[in-house]
């Protein structure tokens, strides 16, 4: 009888007498059909858990994504639908999953938003619960487009591993990469983030890229292969709206690829800001994960996108000093 093998899985240690990584997933009561596995920092694909061997003292990472509808019908013969890698959306909203009170809200309110992509976290599957829900019981990838993310990492090496575990997991090459400097502001390290593009780029994803507010900066992603390029309107998360008009504004001026505001959106009214400013689409998340009617809220940015890209595509009034009246001056009685 062959001894049981001590393996760390997730970061814990715990024995094992499976043969092969197949055999340990589901010994986890896991579907392997819905995680992506990495044995000793090497991803194995898919196709192969059922031959891969295990050995004593392997170190695995078992992961899967988590949380970090109808749609309105353009007005008759019109398409003003987005494209971003060769795949067109209607919608020019998309939206996270984290910070919801549960998965159902979070199904409800993308329902609510007409979203058509969603950001997922790629993340550790709970061991210790396999049959805890998943994200992908509420939402389903065959008809909502995943966007997996890179929140959380601080370095290219982080954010580049995160991915390729995604890919494998998903199949998923449109991806969306942010390589954070520091906590406390979560401002992008651009070093990190050009560095993480162009490995990515070389290995086939196609990164929607979260970047601070420079035309530079902008332009250096997209001539290294970002798909498309996602400026802050405000920190993470701070609902502060959109701090930087002029330099989003700049920044859709020079792009040849989409440009989308990517995090600080509150309310709906900064969701049609961004729009007016020209941009191809808003991302957020806890704008509407937060609100005290999440599927209200979500209704609501709907509505907002679809106002402000109405307004940009109508084009403002100019601005005057000072007053001109609506009705002739002339003729009065």
């Not at 971003?84 to 159902?104: E, P």
């Not at 396999?130 to 990492?153: F, Q, R, S, W």
Request: charged share 25%; hydrophobic share 45%; proline share 5%.
């Amino acid at each position: 009888m062959t001894a049981p093998l001590t393996l760390t899985v997730n970061g814990e240690t715990r024995r094992s007498s499976a043969h092969t990584i197949a055999e340990l997933v589901r010994e986890l009561d896991l579907d392997p059909a819905k995680v992506a596995v990495e044995r000793n920092t090497v991803i194995v694909p898919r196709s192969t858990l059922a031959e891969a061997p295990l050995a004593d003292g392997d170190v695995l990472e078992i992961v899967h994504f988590v949380g970090g509808g109808d749609h309105a019908p353009a007005e008759a013969g019109e398409d003003d639908g987005w494209e971003v890698a060769g795949r067109r959306f209607r919608s020019r909203l998309i939206v996270g999953t984290g910070k919801y009170k549960d998965f159902a809200q979070n199904a409800a309110a993308l329902e609510a938003s007409g979203a058509e992509i969603v950001t997922v976290a790629v993340r550790r599957v709970n061991v210790s619960d396999p049959k805890a829900p998943m994200l992908t019981d509420y939402i389903d990838p065959k008809k909502i487009t995943y966007l997996p993310n890179t929140a959380g990492c601080f370095t290219a090496d982080e954010a580049i591993r995160t991915l390729r575990l995604a890919r494998e997991a998903g199949g998923w090459d449109l991806v969306k990469l942010e390589v954070l400097g520091e906590a406390r502001t979560l401002y992008p390290d651009m070093r990190e983030t050009l560095r993480a593009t162009e490995v990515l780029v070389a290995e086939g994803f196609k990164p929607m890229v979260y970047c601070t507010d420079d035309p530079i900066a902008a332009k250096q992603l997209e001539d290294a292969g970002a798909v498309a390029i996602m400026p802050l309107g405000a920190p993470i998360g701070s609902g502060l709206g959109i701090q930087n008009r002029v330099t989003i504004r700049l920044i859709v001026e020079g792009a040849g690829v989409p440009v989308l505001v990517d995090a600080g959106v509150g309310t709906a009214s900064d969701a049609a800001v961004a729009m007016e400013l020209g941009c191809d689409g808003v991302l957020m998340n806890t704008a509407i994960a937060e609100a005290k009617d999440p599927i209200r809220m979500g209704r609501a940015m709907k509505l907002a996108v679809q106002a402000g890209r109405d307004a940009y595509r109508a084009g403002r009034m100019a601005t005057r000093r000072y007053a001109d009246p609506s009705s002739p001056l002339a003729g009065l009685i």
